[in-house]
């Protein structure tokens, strides 16, 4: 597994990360501790160092962080942790008024999922989201009190656009505060609107990109067709409007693509994206131990400057 810098960043993380949103979901594999432990142990193996989670995922929420902390439990200095915080909690970081971005808040924020981790440090802390009833300078601040404090190494956030990544940049840089050094934000093969602004910003301020939703959704995995009813179980299967609206044009396309390549959707689909400027780690779920190997074998795949222009001419650069 390659290793790369995050950014401009000291800190070092597989091109391929695990994302952790499926630990302690309703209804998977995953559900369970068992389950979660089989899939954190398959990605260790692959050489995967990167664990993607946030406070609300799981059900209850919290739930993800704590079985991801178990499931590591001995062996967390073999782990890059990247948590979130930002959305709501319904509660169970306490009454947050709406300004999960707050001094007030964030500190009990951080305590909560440092005690669902199990671990003294977080290594990449993000904002969730933008809050818009607190400024950036105050999240900012008390961010660099917890990496000051050792609470948390590094400083990320997600789904800013493009002017918000330059702002939190020269706000941090004119307040002398810790920098973020990650950008966590939708981007595919099927979503490339990142292109625009997101990985610009990202490249002028020395921020890694971590894409989530590199599968689109599963549309990437190989396993739907056209016109064909999903899998049972599957993780489209009832999602009759998102396999209605499918671009399956380009779809077919890019599996005529991988086809020639001998390859499979998966490795085209993450390939392509590790292969992407600014671009860290790419953050793929899983459900399974094979699901993780596939995706953690998938970066192996490098794409030559005539794939990236065939690629080009299927999925359009800047478009949804």
Not at 21 to 27: D, E, H, I, S, T
Not at 220 to 246: F, I, V, W
Request: net charge negative; aromatic share 6%; hydrophobic share 40%.
């Amino acid at each position: 597994m390659d290793q790369r810098r995050l950014g401009d960043s000291g800190l070092v993380v597989s091109a391929v990360g695990l994302g952790c949103n499926n630990l302690g979901r309703p209804g998977t594999a995953t559900e369970t501790l068992a389950g979660s432990r089989s899939v954190v142990d398959a990605a260790l193996e692959a050489g995967i160092t990167f664990f993607d989670v946030a406070d609300v995922y799981g059900a209850p929420r919290g739930r993800s962080e704590e079985l991801l902390g178990q499931a590591l439990s001995g062996r967390r200095e073999h782990a890059v942790i990247a948590t979130k915080f930002g959305m709501d909690m319904q509660g169970s970081n306490g009454p947050d008024f709406g300004a999960r971005g707050s001094r007030r808040y964030v500190r009990r924020a951080v305590e909560s999922s440092l005690r669902r981790l199990g671990t003294d440090w977080i290594d990449v802390y993000q904002l969730h989201r933008p809050d818009q009833q607190t400024p950036l300078e105050e999240t900012l601040s008390v961010l660099d009190d917890l990496v000051h404090e050792g609470k948390i190494r590094y400083v990320g956030h997600c789904n800013l656009a493009g002017w918000q990544i330059a702002d939190a940049a020269w706000s941090a840089s004119t307040a002398n505060l810790t920098a973020p050094v990650s950008a966590e934000n939708h981007y595919s093969l099927l979503e490339r609107e990142s292109e625009r602004e997101i990985i610009p910003a990202c490249l002028r301020f020395g921020l890694g990109l971590l894409p989530y939703f590199p599968l689109a959704n599963g549309l990437l995995t190989g396993k739907y067709e056209r016109e064909t009813k999903p899998p049972e179980g599957s993780r489209l299967a009832g999602r009759d409007r998102l396999l209605a609206d499918a671009p399956w044009d380009r779809i077919d396309r890019l599996r005529r693509f991988a086809e020639e390549r001998d390859l499979s959707l998966v490795e085209l689909a993450i390939g392509w994206l590790a292969a992407q400027p600014a671009v860290a780690s790419v953050i793929a779920g899983a459900t399974s131990a094979e699901q993780v190997a596939q995706n953690a074998t998938a970066a192996e795949w490098s794409p030559t400057a005539a794939d990236l222009t065939e690629i080009d001419a299927i999925c359009p650069p800047g478009r949804r």
